[in-house]
């Protein structure tokens, strides 16, 4: 998303590494096409160690469903800290891949989203239409959170 606050730092000590970058542009490409429920990728996003918790947090909310802000700063011990859990939510370098798009608020209301909200939607959209008619989404062993 160009048009998003806060991209991804580039590192002085990067390297380009062409067969990373092929698997990184198959799999969003495969996700779009509803063929990728949960990315494999290689991350070594910057951050506090705060804002890395809540990176990490949001990879175990599992495809078409959702979360609170408050229900991950609870998971994370800090139950008092959900507007600083959006916080690190909206600097998320790289969306899609760490889907912050599945969190909601405590009354289950788009809010915030670095994409904008009608994005964001269109996102909770496409991964609810494609696991209508299952009864679980079973693509991540990774526990399912709900608002």
């Known amino acids: 998303?160009?048009?998003?606050?806060?991209?991804?730092?580039?590192?002085?000590?990067?390297?380009?590494?062409?067969?990373?970058?092929k698997e990184a542009e198959r799999q969003p490409d495969a996700y779009f096409a509803q063929e990728l429920r949960v990315f494999d990728l290689p991350l070594a996003s910057?951050?506090?160690?705060?804002?890395?918790?809540?990176w990490q947090a949001l990879t175990g909310v599992l495809y078409a469903t959702t979360t609170s802000y408050g229900a991950i700063a609870a998971d994370l011990g800090r139950p008092s800290a959900s507007r600083a859990v959006g916080m690190a939510n909206g600097r998320n370098p790289v969306s899609i891949v760490i889907p912050c798009h599945r969190v909601v608020g405590a009354n289950g209301s788009l809010t915030g989203?670095?994409?904008?909200?009608?994005r964001k939607q269109r996102l909770l959209d496409m991964e609810r239409r494609n696991t209508e008619?299952?009864?679980?989404?079973?693509?991540?062993?990774?526990?399912?959170r709900s608002p």
Do not use: H
């Open 133 to 144: 008619g299952i009864s679980s989404p079973r693509w991540s062993s990774a526990a399912t």
């Open 46 to 54: 910057r951050g506090t160690d705060f804002q890395r918790g809540v």
């Open 113 to 118: 989203y670095g994409g904008g909200l009608p």
């Open 1 to 21: 998303m160009t048009e998003q606050r806060y991209g991804p730092q580039i590192g002085t000590d990067w390297v380009r590494d062409p067969g990373l970058f």
